[in-house]
């Protein structure tokens, strides 16, 4: 027979005090605060608790840096919280917590808007897929279409922000890994300065990287076994394939140079040539690198998947004489430690997933915050740029959730991405 649930230790509001945790039994827009459960910091936070009117709140002794005032409580069930009372002293707050509230819907529309588009983009990439040797000319217009809806939005808006996006049925990851690279391309095309023309072609270059993969066998192309040296030898030609393709179907040597060198890497050791360093055309070294990393986050096998902040970790510290210096340096400064899709725990002990960041605050990316008491569908999303008290403190690999934290933050199984150019459009930079 299971072991009862322990009782809860509860104070009274005058036996507050600052590094106190405590739990607030009351609905979540119903209060001032960013969390239901938090340590207290600030004298501040004890007078708008006892604000509340709320005659009891638990608290947590193992996750408090302090006893409560009295040290003679007993463990007690805590009585149901009246309603809270409308205190004049806390309206200026809970107006400040409604506006935020409203700000979050229109966030969450956004988020619904973006993945319409991303969805666009994927059934446009499909097309293009199957249509490419039979209506080239059209396919080619497409590609130009969805590349300069890109490089307007990188280069023409003063931020941008990388969603995550959430799972897709019917089996479209095929297209996926294009936009992912192209997408990645143009967000380092920006911070480096690239002019439009560069960009455009960088941004073709990136989505039809891999089209030599179309006549290689598809158990080879994408294995989801360990390749013999023939087979591995077989999927490098795709870079040589992909270059005869490019030419019949008339694409301009910019993005040739991009196909046939995306495997290149700076210290030589990779694919076909073993070019290195500034052998390698300059387009194509963004490329090797956006392509390495998403494929290290993204592989055929997926339980060979590393989280976005092991990949970005893994390149930096081990195999980053690999990649070009300054663009492995600005790739990581706009992703942040922690890119978009990392499982994270905050400073106030709650876990969170990494849902989008701006390259121009990577440190303070918006979270998607586990909640039991806040319904999954109605998950808080936290921008930690509003939020100076909260910091990212470490990722987790998913697989060390607690099941009921895995389902409810439902880290994806493949990390796409997409974005949104005006995503903080009016804020002060």
């Known amino acids: 027979m299971p072991a009862p649930p322990p009782q809860d230790f509860v104070v009274t509001p005058d036996q507050l005090c600052v590094g106190l945790f405590v739990h607030l039994d009351l609905p979540w827009f119903s209060h001032p605060f960013s969390f239901n459960s938090f340590k207290i910091r600030t004298p501040e936070q004890i007078k708008t ?44 707050s809970l107006a400040s917590k409604r506006e935020r509230i409203a700000r ?83 967000m380092l095309a920006k911070e480096l300065g690239f002019e439009r023309a560069s960009s455009q072609a960088l941004g073709v270059g990136a989505l039809l990287h891999d089209i030599g993969l179309a006549d290689i066998p598809d158990r080879v192309a994408r294995p989801r076994h360990e390749l013999t040296a023939p087979e591995r030898h077989l999927r490098e030609l795709h870079c040589d394939y992909g270059v005869r393709i490019g030419r019949q179907i008339g694409l301009p040597e910019p993005v040739l140079r991009i196909i046939a060198q995306h495997h290149e890497l700076a210290d030589g050791s990779g694919y076909p040539k073993g070019l290195k360093g500034e052998q390698i055309d300059p387009l194509a070294r963004i490329v090797s ?58 400073s106030n002990d709650a876990l ?51 099941p009921e934290v895995y389902e409810y933050l439902s880290p994806r199984k493949r990390v796409t991405y997409y974005f949104d150019a005006d995503a903080r459009q009016g804020r002060t930079a």
């Not at 993945?115 to 059209?138: C, D, Q, T, Y």
């Not at 297209?175 to 690279?181: A, S, V």
């Not at 605050?361 to 586990?370: A, D, H, S």
């Open 49 to 92: 608790l006892r604000e509340l009117g709320v005659r009891h709140f638990r608290y947590d002794p193992e996750r408090s840096d302090t006893q409560p005032r009295s040290n003679t409580l007993q463990p007690v069930v805590a009585p149901p919280p009246p309603p809270p009372p409308a205190d004049p002293a806390t309206s200026a």
């Open 104 to 186: 979050l819907a229109e966030r969450k529309r956004k988020v619904v808007e973006v993945e319409k588009a991303f969805v666009k983009a994927a059934g446009v990439m499909r097309n293009i897929s199957k249509n490419l040797f039979a209506r080239p000319k059209e396919c080619l217009e497409e590609v130009g279409e969805l590349v300069n809806q890109m490089v307007t939005a990188f280069l023409d808006q003063p931020e941008v922000a990388l969603h995550v996006m959430g799972e897709h049925p019917g089996g479209e990851e095929t297209y996926f890994h294009g936009l992912n690279t192209s997408i990645l391309a143009m």
């Open 289 to 346: 690198l956006v392509n390495y990393y998403d494929n290290l986050c993204n592989p055929a096998d997926l339980a060979k998947a590393m989280t976005p902040h092991e990949a970005l970790s893994l390149m930096f510290a081990q195999r980053r004489a690999k990649f070009d210096a300054r663009a492995l340096q600005v790739m990581i400064r706009c992703l942040g430690v922690y890119p978009p899709g990392s499982v994270v725990r905050l």
């Open 352 to 402: 969170a997933l990494v849902s989008s960041v701006n390259p121009q605050r990577p440190l303070r990316p918006w979270v998607t915050v586990f909640d039991p008491q806040v319904p999954r569908d109605e998950a808080i999303m936290l921008d930690l740029d509003e939020e100076p008290d909260i910091n990212i403190t470490k990722a987790l690999r998913p697989i060390h959730l607690p």
